[in-house]
């Protein structure tokens, strides 16, 4: 008791100052201590006791102390500790103040509230870390569970100190909030919703952390880095980012290539328009000739024999090469894609692999690529894609086919230097 009244009797007795005022400015130099002190003591806490809790955690084997530091659980405490301390003084600080002394422990009664939200988030953050370690929830919208808890708490907080400020009973508070529910309901409704979502998504396992996803009504193609209770994170692959309400997830549609990721291959499924006019019938000079390409010359050879067997054997006027069964430049190009294709060493076999016609157009016949690369990687899959269709560009003139083009504005001026 003698040592709250240091300052005051310093006044007093040596610096002759009347008492009240003495009694003011033992207030403030006990404030003044008090700040002093506990400001030190948390400088200490951070530079001694964290040095010392880093050298014990770097022993350990487990990962969770460490993740513990890293979001300053142990500081947040040392903040409790410091307010808790710091109202055990009030007492002895407003000695002379009753009127000071309450509302003293109010402010710091709010103050530890605080310090308690903050040192609660700091664990649950630890907690979402090192459930992230884990294999099972890697992939896991944690944040979301947090930020959730995170609201409820600061809004339970928020009610806390407002009672503890006003001399309210908590009970009416609460009786408040009910009457203010559907306000509530309606300020939160992001909120709220986005935990819906988020709940759905865990369960359905709709989408994970680092999926690639295409959502083209808000413009996203790319990896998800982060999923919270009110928006999803895209990384597209520009490097731009787009935020996606949490709930559009449920509620909209979108592209998740997880499933591709996790196939054989990745699909190919790209055409190019082969000119009408340039689809004949082959006559016998050019079998001859096509039977020189090594990968069609066995096929060219046995379906051509078939094929004049079964004109002899029906006696076909060959004559005329529309008569009978005959082979098409094209019919037999489709067939040299396949067997390309076949022996590509970067074509999943095991999955869809075939060569089609689609319906002609006035831009002619789409020849189209259906296969599966064995590389999902974005990168490589464009180049083995690039590689085929330079082939299938660079093949079709042996085939006396012709790749459609639109005139351009130099093919018009030949057609006219011409006239």
């Excluded at 422990?105 to 310090?115: A, E, G, T």
């Excluded at 459930?131 to 809004?155: A, C, G, H, N």
């Excluded at 006559?283 to 990968?295: N, Q, R, V, Y």
């Amino acid at each position: 008791m003698e040592s709250t009244k240091l300052f005051y009797n310093l006044y007093t007795n040596t610096f002759h100052i009347d008492k009240t005022t003495a009694e003011y400015l033992n207030v403030i130099s006990n404030l003044i201590v008090i700040a002093i002190l506990g400001y030190l003591i948390y400088r200490l806490v951070k530079l001694v006791g964290s040095k010392m809790i880093r050298k014990i955690a770097a022993k350990t084997k487990t990962e969770f102390d460490d993740i513990l530091i890293k979001n300053k659980v142990f500081l947040n405490l040392s903040r409790v500790v410091i307010f808790m301390i710091t109202y055990a003084f009030l007492e002895y600080i407003f000695i002379d103040f009753p009127e000071l002394l309450n509302h003293g422990k109010k402010i710091i009664n709010v103050c530890i509230v605080i310090s308690l939200i903050l040192l609660i988030k700091s664990i649950l953050s630890s907690i979402k870390d090192y459930l992230r370690t884990l294999t099972i929830f890697k992939d896991k919208p944690l944040e979301s569970y947090v930020q959730i808890f995170m609201v409820f708490l600061w809004l339970v907080g928020l009610i806390v100190s407002i009672s503890i400020l006003s001399n309210r009973p908590l009970a009416r508070f609460f009786t408040t909030l009910g009457a203010f529910s559907a306000v509530l309901l309606l300020i939160f409704k992001d909120a709220i919703l986005g935990f819906v979502a988020s709940i759905q998504i865990s369960v359905y396992d709709t989408v994970r952390l680092q999926d690639w996803i295409t959502m083209e009504k808000y413009g996203a193609d790319g990896n998800i880095i982060e999923i919270n209770l009110t928006s999803v994170i895209v990384q597209n692959f520009d490097n731009t980012i787009t935020s996606i309400p949490t709930y559009s997830l449920i509620s909209d549609s979108f592209k998740n290539w997880r499933a591709m990721n996790n196939s054989g291959g990745r699909r190919i499924k790209r055409a190019v328009s082969i000119k009408m006019s340039s689809i004949k019938f082959v006559s016998k000079e050019d079998l001859e000739k096509l039977k020189k390409i090594e990968l069609i010359g066995s096929y060219v050879r046995d379906k051509s024999n078939e094929i004049e067997k079964f004109n002899l054997d029906h006696n076909i006027n060959k004559k005329i090469l529309i008569n009978g069964r005959n082979l098409t430049n094209f019919g037999i190009f489709r067939k040299y894609i396949d067997l390309y294709l076949e022996q590509h060493p970067k074509i999943n076999k095991e999955l869809t692999l075939m060569t089609r016609q689609l319906t002609p157009t006035s831009k002619g016949i789409p020849l189209e690529i259906y296969a599966f690369s064995t590389n999902k990687e974005w990168v490589i899959y464009e180049r083995i894609i690039a590689d085929i269709f330079d082939h299938i560009c660079a093949s079709v003139s042996y085939f006396d086919l012709e790749i459609f083009e639109s005139p351009t504005g130099n093919d018009i001026a030949q057609i006219n230097s011409f006239k």
